[in-house]
């Protein structure tokens, strides 16, 4: 080198503020040159690698006897012998600005995993888009896994402007049809800078080149751009690693500080047992302290004695984590072997351990278009919305509110291989003492006492479709013919047994699991049941499917036009939706997923209630 290197890392200044970036999209963007060229001009590297490298550009190199900046990065044999990434790589270096840990992720769909790795704890991610090829399937991949991890700031680098001759136009176009999509993903700040990393134009000076651009390089926007620390805005969580007792005189308990501060003091909440006490001491590398905060490794004494083990949360007394058995949480599966239902996993949290079940597999994610499809495993890569029943009670957050307690890996029990990650949503209510009983009485019992088979006719299709009606006037007809049966109702449902659930997605999920269960009861108890819910999503019609023998099950899609609703609408709710003050109503601004393959298909218009049960009784002759 010329110029004198910066600062090692050992050295760096504590009053620089950190910055942890992610870069990541499609195969040969420019994703490892991109940080090579970073490094490279702000002579982060060091005199022997930059040498080692250049005999390494000769061996594995696309630059020629130019120098390939895409191995200052790449780290395995086989990505300098392929040319890409597969690993997650992390640098670190420092400008006169700020002190930056840069991670590198790999572009091909089936390293999905190890993007999912490197975008779990950054501040930022830089998407880079080749301006050749404009958006393609894996920057929108990419970017909705960033959207799913939380990640709020969006650098888009259009990247290779010199093989479109710097053009201003296509500049435009990417950046446009980029932001479209972005819509979708709610609140995400998006900055697009076009750059040529492989000559460096817009990376770390302003190119000449591009005139027509006025905005900051990829290196002042990094140094510039405001991401306050969100760990210390968060409640406190301070999970416990170790038991430190060196001798009878001290017992502390150690870890790191995940989120908040604490204080000398302060009075503090163990879980998930609830004992309480307050702070004694805090003591850090250095000695005492009064005060800390998140990301210092600490040791706590408590002015009581009191029991805590490694696994134990250590939080305030004000905004306490949730503690329970079961949960609802998003999942990456990580391994080759699919996701299994029902088999038992170890799960680690923060510090905490325990087994897990996952009991439901609600549906699994197109993180190309997030749409939600049913599915009964998860393969490689793929992610999924799940629910978990734990061995014992945790303590955790929704990820939301705070990502470092409120995510999980799960853990093979034989191999101990880490086969998925989760992102918890929201915790559920289960009773820890639950055994199943086995009765003498059966559902085939009930079924030859009431002389019928017992099945749920489920019927489906948009507000003012008809459901209700058709389903009504079919239970006069059974039961003239001598059926017992029974009706579930949308709206009734939720006066008693669902009252408390609102129509949001996850509300809608948990209102048809329940509905679901209590049908399945009832068909257990021989009856012919008719369920008429909306039941907007696929997967929960499909895990409402699942509950029931093959035989059992019958859906009904009640196909009417959203013009014929609105006409029947006589509760208003389409009007108030069209206005605004009614949120997420199915048809309006709340999706409705067709059924694809219904047992019996009802189309409405220019039918008669008559017409229709008829429709359906013909179906069911010889089957009840």
């Known amino acids: 080198m010329t110029k004198a290197p910066i600062k090692s890392v050992q050295s760096i200044s504590l009053q620089k503020t950190q910055l942890r970036f992610l870069t990541c999209g499609s195969v040969d963007d420019g994703k490892s040159t991109l940080i090579g060229r970073i490094l490279y001009d702000s002579q982060a590297v060091m005199d022997d690698h930059i040498f080692q490298s250049k005999i390494e550009s000769d061996k594995y190199g696309t630059q020629g006897k130019d120098l390939d900046l895409a191995l200052l990065v790449d780290g395995l044999q086989a990505e300098r012998e392929q040319g890409i990434t597969i690993d997650v790589a992390y640098r670190f270096f420092e400008t006169e600005e700020r002190k930056f840990i840069a991670v590198d992720t790999p572009g091909h769909e089936q390293y999905t995993r190890n993007m999912v790795t490197g975008a779990s704890n950054v501040d930022l991610a830089i998407i880079l888009v080749d301006a050749q090829k404009g ?10 896994i960033i959207n799913l991890l939380g990640i709020k700031n969006v650098v888009l680098a259009i990247n290779k402007m010199d093989l479109i001759k710097y053009s201003k136009k296509k500049f435009l176009t990417i950046q446009n049809e980029y932001s479209e999509y972005v819509k979708n993903l709610g609140q995400v700040n998006v900055v697009a800078i076009p750059i040529s990393a492989l000559i460096g134009d817009g990376v770390t000076t302003q190119s000449k080149r591009m005139p027509w651009y006025s905005g900051p390089t990829i290196l002042s926007f990094l140094e510039s751009v405001d991401v306050t620390d969100e760990k210390l805005k968060k409640p406190t969580r301070f999970p416990i690693q170790w038991v430190n007792r060196p001798n009878s005189n001290f017992r502390g308990f150690s870890g790191i500080l995940c989120s908040g501060s ?19 001491e805090i003591l850090e590398p250095e000695g005492n302290v009064p005060i800390t905060h998140a990301g210092k490794s600490i040791t706590i004494t408590l002015e009581t004695e009191v029991d805590v083990s490694r696994g134990d949360l250590i939080a305030t007394s004000i905004d306490s984590p949730h503690v329970a058995d079961k949960l609802a949480a998003h999942i990456v599966w990580m391994h080759h072997a699919n996701l299994l239902p029902e088999r038992t996993y170890d799960i680690r949290f923060a510090t905490s351990e325990t087994t897990a079940q996952i009991i439901s597999l609600n549906h699994k994610i197109d993180v190309n278009t997030f749409n939600k499809h049913a599915a009964k495993t998860l393969e ?12 014992r009670p945790v303590a955790f957050d929704s990820y939301v509110d705070n990502k470092f307690t409120g995510s999980f890996i799960l853990i093979d029990r034989e191999t101990k291989a880490t086969v998925g990650a989760g992102i918890i949503d929201y915790p559920l209510r289960r009773s820890s003492n639950i055994k199943w009983h086995d009765m003498r009485v059966t559902k085939k019992t009930r079924e030859q006492n009431l002389k019928q088979r017992p099945i749920i006719l489920w019927f489906t299709g948009i507000s003012g479709s008809g459901k209700s009606s058709i389903a009504d006037k079919l239970e006069q007809s059974l039961l003239n013919r001598g059926h017992s049966t029974y009706l579930l109702d949308g709206d009734n449902v939720r006066h008693g047994l669902n009252k408390d659930l609102g129509f949001t997605d996850q509300d ?18 021989g009856l012919i049941v008719l369920a008429c819910f909306i039941s907007p999503f696929k997967a929960e019609r499909q895990m409402a499917r699942s509950l029931f023998e093959d035989h059992e099950f019958i859906e009904v899609f009640v196909d009417t036009p959203i013009e014929l609703c609105e006409i029947r609408d006589t509760k208003g709710l389409y009007k108030k939706a069209r206005s605004g003050k009614l949120k997420n109503f199915t048809g309006i601004d709340s999706p409705y997923e067709r059924p694809t393959k219904p047992e019996i298909y009802l189309k409405t218009e220019n039918k ?6 008829t429709v359906i009784l013909s179906y069911l002759e010889g089957k009840i």
């Not at 958006?135 to 909705?144: D, F, P, V, Y």
């Open 135 to 144: 958006i393609l399937k894996q920057t929108r991949r990419h970017s909705a």
């Open 380 to 391: 490689l890569n793929e992610i999924g919305y799940c629910k978990l029943s734990l061995a």
């Open 262 to 280: 604490i204080s000398v003091g302060d009075p503090i909440t163990i879980f998930p047992s609830l004992q309480e006490s307050k702070v004694a």
């Open 608 to 613: 008669t209630i008559n017409e229709l049960v």
């Open 508 to 525: 809608r999920v948990e209102n048809i699991r329940r509905v679901a269960e209590v049908a399945h009861l009832m068909v257990d108890a």
